[in-house]
């Protein structure tokens, strides 16, 4: 299809401007097709991007540059025309200025390459819930990361139209090449973190993204769309588009309920969307990892869609034993980044279950080192970078849920959120109100992973809803958007049809630095309390933070004493009156007057029963 064959009079404009300004050789409109993909393959191994994997069918590892590895949150912009909206905890640029600094980098930034336009779907195609995108990109390597993790095609432009809305979704790797010259085996990017930029601009749905080849900085859908822009979107129309994974449960009497969780970038939305229970009878099956777009139906319950296709996962870490799910997932038509390349063409990475086979192994940087004989990770010294990642077709999932692609969405009877946290927050506790719920939400802490660029490892960072990078506008008003949605479900009479809320944490430490609490598969036995509290079943105490487990309503997994399981289900009250105070003074302080007055309340009613 050509440029000039595009029946939205929108968008044909749109590409037309962009290839003005910046002069690629070529114009491609993906079609979205097998061939298409190997097409960019042929053309990513021959400028020595790619290597395919000699024991993974149809499965390639690519290097990124050392400086492209992550989401870079410094880099990344809120542009609404107030700088009030984009709020305390977002980048914001005045948007004609930023408009214009970009427009002068994007001139010419395609010379030599070919332009690639991609219509895609988040969320099945035509779904009331799903919204379209096209983004415009440089990048071979992001195409075929977006086929996987979205639905790219002549059918997106059949439901767009003449006049449909889209987000459109501009993106350049910013490095032209000369006549003659090509990438031979160096990721192209913007080496210079400073001169990235990836740029949302809120009030128009807009994305411009430069510099960056990595993951969200690049796959447009992904972070930019459905979540910055989303935000946005579901704050205008009243819906809701989250950072959390969806699974489905089903008890051993195939009683079965829909569970939506917000977990931190690297916290274990992955694992959990596909874990394998330990609790005999129980299964849990996968609708989406990463991200949730919700909407009302009209028996008042919550309807939700995974609006990606694939999974872009967190490789380090991921073993047979620990997401034996995700591993079946790769084993074909999977895209790898920056991971150890074995001797024998496979990848590896830390904890990656086995040692790699052979006497050398290809690091993610290119150099070669002697192959490790365990899969332990030496700091400073991994073969695998803790951020690499594998992109793998969800259908591969061997517990995909059979609805997983269903327009309508699946409806959601409880929430989590939860972070990394070594000390104070307990295993599970159920929030004694909607209202209670958003404040467990609002104060989420973790340590910070290597998800993001330039940020310190391991420090307590307030990440609200786990969506502290991803809100596209300002954080107190996601907080009352949240707020309005349960008081109008409880003003209609329909506030029992609210999803339950609860909050987790897998990552409890013990003096010895050791995780308290084994997590994976034995998390079922969370999930399977939560279940039951959904069903109101009478298995907790009533606290001071919330309400907390009962004593043995969670079995004790193997290896866990009595009285490890009594301190990760109660309530430490020392810890609990600093959480309180570091979240007045240092966290809800930020908001100024955009706080619903309603949070400070709970947090005053939990602290007046610590110290009761
Ligand atoms: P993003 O894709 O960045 O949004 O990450 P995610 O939330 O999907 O995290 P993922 O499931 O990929 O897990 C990240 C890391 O946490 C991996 O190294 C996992 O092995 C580890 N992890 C996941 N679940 C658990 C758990 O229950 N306990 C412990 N200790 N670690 C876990
Ligand atoms: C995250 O950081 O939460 C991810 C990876 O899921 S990325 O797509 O790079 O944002
Ligand atoms: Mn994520």
Request: hydrophobic share 35%.
């Given at each position: 299809?050509?440029?000039n ?5 929108g ?8 290839v ?6 070529s ?7 097998k061939?298409e ?14 290597t395919?994997?000699k ?15 992550a989401?870079a ?6 542009s609404?025309?107030n ?9 914001w640029r ?29 969320g ?6 799903a919204?379209?995108g ?29 006049d ?25 990017c ?6 990235k930029?990836?740029?949302h ?9 430069y ?13 930019c769309?459905a ?21 489905k449960?089903t008890?051993p ?40 777009w ?6 008042g319950?919550?309807?939700?869609i ?9 490789a380090p ?9 995700a591993?079946q997932s790769i ?15 496979d990848?590896?990475?830390e ?10 192994i290809?690091?993610w940087?290119?150099n ?17 970078h803790?951020?690499a990642?594998?992109?793998a077709p969800?259908?591969q999932?061997p ?6 692609q ?5 409806p959601?009877s ?7 946290r070594?000390t104070t927050i ?6 004694k109100?909607w209202?209670?719920?958003v ?9 910070i992973?290597a ?23 300002h954080m ?14 409880e003003?209609?009479g329909k ?6 809320i609860?909050f ?14 084994p ?10 309390w ?20 009962k004593?043995?309503?969670?079995e004790?997994?193997p ?10 289900c109660?309530v430490?009250?020392e ?13 809800y302080a ?12 709970e ?10």
């Amino acid at each position: 299809m050509k440029v000039n064959e595009l029946k939205h009079a929108g968008l044909k404009k749109w590409v037309e401007d962009n290839v003005a300004l910046m002069t690629p050789d070529s114009v491609e409109i993906c079609d979205g097709s097998k061939g298409e993909y190997d097409r960019m393959l042929k053309i990513l191994v021959s400028a020595g991007l790619a290597t395919p994997l000699k024991k993974r069918p149809n499965s390639y590892l690519f290097r990124s540059d050392p400086s492209d590895v992550a989401r870079a949150e410094s880099r990344t912009f809120i542009s609404s025309k107030n700088k009030d909206d984009a709020g305390p905890t977002n980048n914001w640029r005045d948007p004609v200025e930023l408009k214009q600094t970009m427009s002068g980098l994007y001139k010419g930034c395609m010379k030599g390459r070919t332009m690639y336009v991609i219509p895609f779907s988040m969320g099945p195609v035509g779904s009331d819930i799903a919204k379209i995108g096209v983004e415009i990109t440089d990048s071979p390597y992001v195409v075929i990361n977006m086929h996987i993790m979205t639905r790219v095609g002549k059918k997106v432009l059949d439901v767009l139209g003449k006049d449909g809305f889209f987000v459109p979704c501009l993106h350049s790797i910013a490095k032209p090449l000369n006549p003659g010259e090509s990438d031979n085996g160096k990721w192209p990017c913007e080496p210079d973190v400073e001169k990235k930029y990836i740029s949302h601009f809120p009030d128009t749905y807009e994305i411009w993204s430069y510099g960056s080849g990595y993951g969200g900085n690049a796959l447009l859908g992904k972070k930019c769309l459905a979540l910055r822009i989303a935000s946005a979107l579901a704050r205008d129309e009243g819906w809701l588009a989250e950072h959390m994974l969806i699974l489905k449960i089903t008890n051993p009497k195939k009683e079965v309920k829909y569970l939506a969780g917000a977990l931190p970038s690297a916290c274990g939305k992955t694992n959990l969307a596909m874990l394998v229970p330990t609790l005999k009878g129980w299964k849990v099956e996968t609708i989406g990892d990463d991200i949730a777009w919700m909407k009302f139906g009209k028996d008042g319950r919550l309807y939700a869609i995974n609006p990606e296709a694939g999974f872009f996962g967190v490789a380090p870490g991921t073993s047979e034993q620990s997401n034996y799910n995700a591993m079946q997932s790769i084993k074909k038509n999977s895209i790898f980044t920056n991971c150890g390349l074995t001797e024998d063409g496979d990848i590896w990475w830390e904890q990656i279950g086995y040692g790699a086979p052979g006497k050398t192994i290809i690091d993610w940087k290119g150099n070669e080192k002697p192959a490790p004989k365990t899969d332990k990770a030496v700091k400073g010294e991994e073969i695998a970078h803790a951020n690499a990642r594998f992109t793998a077709p969800a259908n591969q999932c061997p517990v995909i849920a059979k609805e997983w692609q269903d327009p309508k969405g699946v409806p959601i009877s409880a929430f989590l959120f939860g972070g990394r946290r070594a000390t104070t927050i307990p295993l599970v506790n159920q929030s004694k109100s909607w209202v209670h719920g958003v404040f467990m939400g609002s104060i989420t802490g973790s340590e910070i992973t290597a998800a993001a660029l330039d940020l310190k490892e391991g420090s307590v960072r307030r990440d609200p809803f786990a969506m502290l990078p991803f809100c596209g506008y300002h954080m107190g008003d996601y907080f009352n958007h949240w707020l309005k949605l349960g008081k109008k479900a409880e003003d209609e009479g329909k506030g029992d049809k609210l999803p339950k809320i609860f909050f987790v944490n897998w990552f409890r430490k013990d003096k010895d630095g050791h995780f308290m609490w084994p997590g994976y598969g034995e998390n079922s036995r969370v999930l399977a309390w939560m279940f039951d509290r959904c069903d109101n079943k009478d298995n907790f105490v009533e606290t001071a933070i919330g309400k907390l487990p009962k004593t043995g309503a969670i079995e004790a997994p193997p290896g866990v004493s009595a009285e490890i399981m009594s301190e990760l289900c109660s309530v430490d009250t020392e810890g609990w009156k600093n959480e309180i105070s570091d979240v007045r003074d240092k966290h809800y302080a930020k908001f100024g007057d955009r706080l619903p007055k309603v949070l400070y309340d709970e947090l005053d009613a939990i602290e007046k029963r610590l110290n009761s």
